[in-house]
């Protein structure tokens, strides 16, 4: 009787612990940097921006393969993200070379924090209409990856960042604009992780393994640099004339079908009652649209 009385008042209350112990182990790894600059740890501070890209990357697949994707889950993702991608790595920046530039180095800063908000609230509020091959715009733990990898890199070299504050402050102003901009970026969710590969193939990712192992710093933040700029490079091939609304504004799916009109669609076809052949996507939630999507 009891059993039939609490199936009747729907699902039980609660969270999921997986996933979200996932997030919160991000959530801690960019709290730590953030503490670890502050006491002038910058290589310490850096390698935890990337340990917290690995547990962003991990959570949403988790909650996916396990079925536990939830609202909540969506939403806590977000805020974790906003400080391990937004201000962790803006103020990472800022004790490390922006601190004596004044005016013009906290508003560096202000402008990465500002636009990893604005990036993270486009993607959630277009997470049903964007096209699952490509992020609209640089994906923001992207390019925290590359503000770590800056810091990371001078730590190595031990150069200090207040020497270089200028620098350090276009770069961070520059990455930022690239995350609200709508430069298109490659997802790589087209690629087949499923398939069979030769031994050639599997040997090819162990040399990278060994050859981002020797020198994490630099090739991190090259892979992530290179990345940045493949944006602008995929957009301009990607439209016959470039406008505005393809670099920053309201840009539509249309603005790129100059592009995609000649991509085979992955879509099913259906007949409709009319006799006319149309596409048509499965529906998917948006916790699991999320954790297709990522990152962020």
């Known amino acids: 009787m009891t059993?039939?009385?609490?199936?009747?008042?729907?699902?039980?209350?609660?969270?999921f612990?997986?996933?979200n112990l996932l997030t919160t182990a991000g959530l801690f790894s960019g709290f730590f940097a953030i503490v670890s600059s502050m006491n002038g740890k910058f290589e310490a501070a850096a390698v935890a921006i990337f340990v917290?890209?690995?547990?962003?990357?991990l959570d949403g697949r988790v909650a996916r393969l396990t079925n536990t994707q939830s609202e909540f889950g969506a939403q806590y993702d977000s805020m974790s993200d906003m400080l391990s991608f937004g201000v962790a790595p803006a103020l990472v920046a800022y004790n490390w070379g922006l601190a004596d530039l004044g005016k013009f180095g906290w508003?560096?800063?202000f402008v990465f924090v500002a636009c990893a908000a604005l990036r993270l609230a486009r993607f959630n509020a277009n997470l049903s209409v964007t096209d699952g091959r490509f992020f609209q715009g640089l994906a923001s733990p992207a390019a925290a990856a590359i503000i770590a990898g800056m810091v990371?890199?001078?730590s190595v070299y031990q150069v200090d960042g207040d020497n270089l504050g200028y620098l350090v402050g276009i770069l961070t102003i520059v990455t930022g604009l690239l995350m609200v901009s709508n430069f298109r970026y490659n997802s790589f969710k087209d690629l087949n992780w499923r398939d069979r590969v030769s031994f050639l193939a599997i040997l090819r990712v162990v040399l990278v393994f060994v050859v981002i192992a020797a020198r994490p710093a630099e090739m991190l933040f090259g892979i992530f640099f290179i990345y940045a700029c493949s944006g602008p490079v995929t957009t301009i091939r990607s439209v016959r004339k470039l406008k505005l609304e393809h670099v920053v504004g309201d840009a539509t799916e249309a603005?790129?079908?100059?592009?995609?009109a000649d991509e085979p669609s992955t879509a099913a076809e259906v007949i409709n009652d009319d006799g006319v052949t149309t596409a048509e996507k499965p529906e998917v939630s948006a916790?699991?649209?999320r954790a297709d999507n990522k990152p962020s």
């Not at 609490?6 to 039980?12: I, V």
């Not at 917290?52 to 990357?57: C, E, N």
């Not at 603005?255 to 995609?260: K, R, V, W």
Request: glycine share 10%.
């Open 3 to 15: 059993d039939l009385k609490n199936s009747a008042q729907g699902p039980r209350k609660g969270i």
């Open 17 to 19: 612990l997986l996933p």
């Open 52 to 57: 917290a890209m690995i547990f962003d990357g």
């Open 107 to 109: 508003l560096a800063a």
């Open 152 to 154: 990371w890199t001078g």
């Open 255 to 260: 603005d790129f079908a100059d592009d995609l």
């Open 287 to 289: 916790e699991e649209n």
